[in-house]
Each structure stands twice: as C-alpha cells, then as structure tokens.
C-alpha cells in the first residue's frame, strides 16, 4: 500500500496516514492502562488514608504493584511511542520508517501488557514493580515485561529510521526542530535502558522458571535501577520536549537559543546513565566515592541541564509574549497568558511543579548523606508522583487536548471541564506530593499497610502530624482521582462522540519542509526576559534554603561512621 | 519558526547567547559545584556517613554471629515471645538480623558510646528504619553492613522495617532502648 499524506487543516500538519494510526492506537493503549493504573490509585489512596484503610493487607500490595507497572511503564511509554512517531514523521513530514515493525512493536507491547497485568492479578506476584530479589514473582510477570519492553524497542528503531529517511529524502532543509532533537534524546536513553532491563530481567525470569540457583541482591538493585532510573530520565526529556512543543504550539515561542537547549538535552544523554547509583545510596556493598561520584555525575551536569531547561521555556514564552507587546512589568507577559487553554495551563503547572517539587526534593534525596534521612519513606513516592505525575502526566494530558483535534479529528466534548481539569489534576497532586514528603520527612514508610502495625509486639507510635499528612494525603489522592478520572471520560467521550471535524486533504506525495528565506540584515533583537529570571531566582533560593535545612536536620542525629 | 520547526537560521550553534540566560546557566553551574562539594565536606567533618565496611557472609554465618552474643550479654527478655533484651559493652560488635517478620534481638545501648553495629538480613531484603531518629538503611541477605553508630539520645526507639518483604510486612517492627 502505498503511502498517504493527510494535512490538518487546523494545525497545517502534515500526517502520514500509517503513522497517524500508530499514534492514535498507543495513545488509546496508553489511556487504557492509565485508567487501570488510576482504579488502582483509588485502592491505594483509601488504604493509605489511615482513617479509611480500606483494603486487606494482600490486595493492597497487589493493587500497589499494579499501580506502579500500570501508570509507570505502561502509560507513560505507550504514549511516549505516540510522541516519538509524531516528532519524526509529523514534525519533518517524512513517512514512517517500516509501519510494520512499528505495529509489531505495538503488538508485543499490548502483549505484554496484559500478560503482566494478568500475573499480577492472579495474586502470587505482589513483588512491586521493582520486583526485587530474592521475592518471586510467577514466570508470566517478568516475560511479560521483556515483551513490552522489546517492543519498545522497536519503536524506538522504527523513530531513528524515520530520522535517517528524512535525512535521506530531503524532507526537510536545515537540522532537526529542537523537539525533534528531544526525542531523540530520549529514544537514545530508552535503547541504554532497554539493554539494561534485558541485562537484569532476562536473567531474573530464567531464575524465577528454576534455570538460575540465585541472583546477587546488590547486583540486582544496581543493574534495574540502571533501567528504572534512565526510564526516567526518557519521561523528562519527552515531557521537555512537549514543553518546548506546547509553547511553541500556543505562542510560537521560538527557543531562547537553540544551542543551549540542544546542549542541555545533550548533557542528558551524557550524564544520566550512571543514575542507578542515587537508587543505592543507604546501601552497604556499594562505596561512597562511587555514590558521590556518581549522584553528582561529575558536578550535576544533569541537574544542571534540567535548570537550563526550566528557564529556557518559560523564557521562550515571555520573549514570545513580550514581541506580542504583553511588555508591561516584570509578568504582564504571564498573567495574560491563556490560562483557559487547558494545554497551556496544564504545560505550565507541569514545569513549576516539576521544578519545585520534584526538582528539589530529587537533589536533596540525590545527595549521599540525607538521603538516609528518607529512604523508603513515603517521601520517596511523594518526590516522583511530582515528576512522573505533575511532570510527565500532566504535560501528556495537556499535549493530548491539542491532539484530540488534530490527530483524532473530533472535537473536545465538556470544553469548561477542560478548563478546569490541569487545576484540578494538578494542583491536588501539588498538595499530595508535598504532604507526601512531609510523611516522610517524619519517617512514614512507603508501601507499608498499616501506620499502626496491627499484630506487632511493639507497635510504634507516629507523631500526630504524621497521621494527618497521611490523612491529607488521603483527600488530596481522592481529588487527584477525579480529577485524572475526569480527564479519562472526557477524552474518551470526545473520541467516541466528539463532532467530527473536516479530515483535510490527502495527498500521495509529502510537501517538503522548507526554510523562509533569511531575512535581510540583522534579525530583529528578541526581547529580555527579566521576568523568567525571577521566577529562576526565586526557585533557586527555595532551593538553597531547603537543602541546608536538609544538612541541620541531619546534623542532629546519630553519629554514624 | 518555533521549536516542532527546523531552526531559522542555519547555522544555529553560531547565534550569540542571551545575556540573562548565560547567567543563569552560570549561576546554575556555581550551584552544582556547591552541592558536590558539601558531600565531599561532609565526609570529612560530618557526624553522619554511611559506612562503606561490608562483607559477603552467609545466612547461617551471621545467625551463629548473633546467636553467640545474645548467649553472651543477654539480660532479660521481653515479651511472651521471650525476645532476648541484648546489653553489649560499649565499643563492641552488635549483630542484629531482619528476617520475616522481626528485628532480633533487642539491643540496650549506652547514650554517648559507640558501637560497631552488624546488619544483616536472613531471607528477602529489610530496611532498617530507626524511629523517631529517621534513619534508614537498607538490608541485604548475604552482606554484613557494619557502621559505626553512636546513640546521642536516650529514649526508646523502633526500627520499623520500610523495604517491603510481604504480607507481615507492616508488623516487623523491632526495638533498641538507648539508656
Ligand atoms: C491519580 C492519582 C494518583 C494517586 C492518588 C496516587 C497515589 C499513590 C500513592 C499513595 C502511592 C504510594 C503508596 C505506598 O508506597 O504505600 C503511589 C505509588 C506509586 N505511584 Fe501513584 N498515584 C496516582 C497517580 C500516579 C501516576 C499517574 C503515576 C505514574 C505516572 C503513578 C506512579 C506511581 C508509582 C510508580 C508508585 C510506586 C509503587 C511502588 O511503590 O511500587 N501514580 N501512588
Ligand atoms: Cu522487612
Ligand atoms: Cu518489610
């Protein structure tokens, strides 16, 4: 079959019919297993809020794995395979690369999925999703991890691919947009901590069928956090790269300097894949020149390249502004930005909650010595509900309000909900996230079933406080729920029964992308932007102040050597 | 042209920078630096650091271990579990096991002394919680962590175990009294 091109006649983008399809089918998978995630989320919460504690000690821990692999792997890649098609055929309007090596990737992912969700819900597999030896889960739950993950692989092959034919077919002139180069960054992350997983898990699921005597606990948790840890670091640069889409998408904000940006994601690839080390740092076995050495990646470059990030977007949105004339003040640019547009709040939310939140509390957890202070308390969970959920959630939710037009050509149904739903999603995952750590800065426990150590001979007693974080934690998980439901039933609804919108003009041959001829003379100066520049120094005296509280609380306890 | 389009000019890596943006970038870096450095710090004039001391051993190795000391210095037991209350002298070696789903055996410690404290788990991975200090190390089957602590105040303190180990997880909780 030979290859169609549509045109959007809203957005002017160009969309190869195959990889339109590839798109709409993760980004529906992803849904699918977000709302299995969410349904878990609610077990979850309403056990975890001490004065509901709603499920047994086993469904909770079974709810809890399911949670973790549901919203962790499999919605976040799932989408982040819809982003990947779009920022190589779309953004360069070039075709895919082998739709058919894409759709059996499609394949062995939802495969998996579900052989994995199943094992978990047969019982006998609660092992978290970080599956920890020497706890055994069935044979089906690892494998069907290994599924999933070879076939995000292959999309990840089928995205380069589509990189060299546009190179190849001269569908565009110049480099690649910058956003382009951010998912490229991550599929490059993502090949490193596939070759990870396969590293740990091929050899965990041959144990767990009885062809392996024993695995190294040590080695176990040093090699799966080279995976987990550099899986996160996909999300971020997939979900900067939506920054950096949405605000050009809704300004036309033009990246500060395309050099910087470029340079930061690069710092990414180059730093980030020693990481696992800060999943290590309360552990004996591993020495405390390779945990410093290895948290700080040679002096924090990559921490770095997320600060540069974070003010190079919004940045590029006030220069964008300012040319508008929004130029009164330090933040007429911000207060007249469209706070309506769901996917502009929702992007914004993402970024300020992704930086103070987790941004900090991941620094101050990454540093050797206070770490101690909260591993394995709920702070931990706290920190990444503020990256993976404000950070990578919510700015895919914000992408998706763009694309339901675009890519599934209907209209958003409930436009008022959509308005309110970022604030919502957002803003009570804001509250969850900080009462979180300040659970765990009191020393709550993550995955834990009961604060009161029912059956214990010596039960411990919180401090009141501790309850009523947990309690908080409780309410604000509950609107998040509505609101991350909310957001479910109205993208679903809108592709069920959205108005449909005019397809556009489907041609057989793509239009190439081509430069606007280079202006004459100099370029017109782009305005300063003393407005980001408080916002950063804000953040980054939060940021001082927390961090030294961090060292005194430390200061008071027990000397350890 | 924005960032989903290919960059306007060219020759993009030739564009000067934006003056507040390098600052920052500056600013950030000197950061960075700072934060490395306070680890280094730390390790030289800090009270708190984990101990790197650690050695591969066995299961039975580490029980017989622990089993020798408690013969040695226990002084009461506690309980209708009869958890032997462990009282060693200041400066020795202390063993105490995670295992499904208790911390044995009960230490005594003295406030002000140290102690070469021994962790090791018997089955799955434990962590070691101490509260209400809140610090938290994590356990591992066949390594013998050893750290050097010294207990600056006397109370009761729990060690709630914080790494998931199944279904009695949340009832393994141990104790130390530091007098
Ligand atoms: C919609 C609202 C959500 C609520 C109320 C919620 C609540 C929670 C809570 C309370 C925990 C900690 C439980 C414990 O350690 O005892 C948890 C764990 C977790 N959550 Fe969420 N969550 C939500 C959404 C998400 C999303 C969108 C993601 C990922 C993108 C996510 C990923 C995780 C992961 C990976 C864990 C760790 C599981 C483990 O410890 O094995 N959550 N969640
Ligand atoms: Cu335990
Ligand atoms: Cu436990």
Redesign the pocket.
């Given at each position: 079959m030979a290859t169609t091109y549509r045109i959007c006649p809203r957005s002017g983008l160009q969309f190869d019919t195959d990889a339109e399809k590839l798109m709409r089918w993760n980004a529906v998978a992803g849904v699918l297993a977000?709302l299995v995630?969410?349904i878990m989320?609610?077990g979850?919460?309403l056990t975890?809020w001490p004065a509901v504690h709603l499920l047994p000690a086993d469904q909770f821990y079974m709810v809890?794995?399911a949670?973790?692999v549901d919203?962790?792997l499999f919605?976040?890649i799932f989408f982040e395979m819809a982003v990947l098609y779009f920022a190589s055929s779309t953004l360069l309007h070039c075709r895919l690369a082998t739709p058919k090596i894409a759709w059996l990737g499609f394949w062995l992912m939802a495969i998996g999925a579900v052989m994995t969700n199943v094992a978990i819900f047969q019982g006998e597999s609660s092992v978290?999703?970080?599956s920890y030896v020497p706890m055994q889960a069935k044979p089906h739950f690892y494998l069907g991890l290994i599924l999933f993950a070879v076939g995000a692989l292959l999309g990840c092959f089928v995205f380069l691919g589509t990189l060299v034919v546009a190179k190849a077919e001269k569908t565009y002139e110049g480099s690649i947009p910058l956003v382009t180069f951010g998912a490229l960054t991550a599929a490059i992350i993502a090949i490193f901590t596939i070759a990870s997983g396969a590293v740990i898990l091929i050899p965990t699921f041959l144990w767990s069928v009885g062809y392996i005597r024993e695995i190294d606990t040590i080695m176990y948790r040093v090699v799966w956090w080279a995976m987990g840890h550099s899986s996160q670091q996909i999300n971020v640069s997939a979900h900067v790269a939506i920054w950096y889409a949405i605000a050009a998408i809704v300004f036309g904000a033009k990246p500060m300097s395309e050099k910087v940006s470029r340079t930061a994601f690069l710092l990414y690839i180059l730093f980030l894949q020693l990481a696992s080390a800060h999943h290590l740092l309360s552990d004996p076995g591993v020495g405390s020149e390779w945990k410093v050495v290895n948290t700080s990646y040679f002096m924090y470059f990559a921490v770095l390249a997320s600060m540069i990030h974070g003010m190079t977007v919004p940045g590029a949105i006030e220069q964008a502004q300012r040319a508008k004339g929004f130029n009164k003040g330090l933040f007429e640019w911000l207060r007249k930005a469209p706070w309506g547009n769901p996917a502009f709040s929702a992007m914004f939310l993402s970024l300020i909650g992704f930086g103070f939140l987790g941004g900090i509390s991941g620094v101050m957890m990454g540093t050797e010595q206070l770490n101690l202070l909260i591993h394995n308390t709920?702070y931990v969970?706290g920190h990444?509900?503020a990256t993976?959920?404000i950070g990578?959630?919510l700015a895919f939710m914000g992408l998706t309000y763009f694309l339901v037009p675009v890519l599934f050509k209907r209209e958003v149904l409930f436009p008022g909900f959509a308005k309110l739903q970022p604030y919502l999603f957002g803003l009570s995952?804001y509250v969850?996230a900080l009462v979180?750590m300040g659970a765990g800065t009191l020393g709550v426990s993550?995955?834990?079933w009961d604060m009161a150590f029912a059956g214990s001979p010596f039960a411990y007693e919180w401090p009141g406080a501790a309850y009523l974080m947990m309690g908080l934690?409780g309410i604000s998980?509950?609107v998040?729920?509505i609101g991350?439901g909310g957001w479910i039933l109205q993208i679903v609804f809108s592709l069920l029964f959205g108005k449909k919108l005019d397809e556009g003009e489907t041609r057989s041959t793509p239009v190439p992308l081509t430069l606007p001829a280079p202006a004459g003379g100099q370029a017109a100066h782009a305005p300063s932007t003393p407005g980001t520049m408080v916002l950063a120094l804000i953040f980054l005296t939060s940021f001082i102040l927390y961090y030294f509280v961090n060292w005194k609380y430390l200061s008071s306890l027990w000397g350890l050597a | 042209m924005s960032a989903i389009s290919p960059p306007a000019e060219r020759v993009w890596w030739k564009a000067p920078l934006d003056k507040l943006e390098l600052t920052w970038i500056a600013i950030a870096f000197v950061w960075s630096l700072v934060m490395f450095g306070m680890m280094v710090y730390w390790h030289i004039y800090g009270n708190q650091n984990l101990a790197n001391e650690t050695y591969k051993t066995t299961k039975e190795m580490f029980a017989a271990k622990t089993q020798a000391m408690v013969d040695k210095y226990t002084v009461r037991t506690e309980t209708d579990q009869q958890i032997p209350v462990v009282k060693p002298p200041a400066g020795s070696d202390v063993y105490l096991i995670g295992r499904l789903w208790a911390w044995w055996p009960i230490l005594e410690l003295e406030k002000g002394k140290q102690y070469k404290l021994h962790l090791s788990a018997m089955d799955y991975m434990h962590g070691f919680s101490l509260q209400p200090q809140n610090i938290n190390i994590q356990v591992h089957p066949n390594y013998e962590h050893v750290l050097k602590i010294s207990p600056n105040q006397s109370g009761t303190y729990s060690i709630v175990c914080n790494e998931y180990c199944g279904i009695g997880h949340h009832t393994m909780v141990g104790r130390i009294y530091v007098k």
């Open positions: 977000l995630g969410g989320a609610l979850v919460i975890r809890l794995t949670h973790g919203m962790l919605w976040i978290m999703f970080t709920i969970p990444f509900h993976v959920v990578t959630t995952m969850m979180m993550r995955r834990h934690t998980g509950v998040a729920v991350g | -």
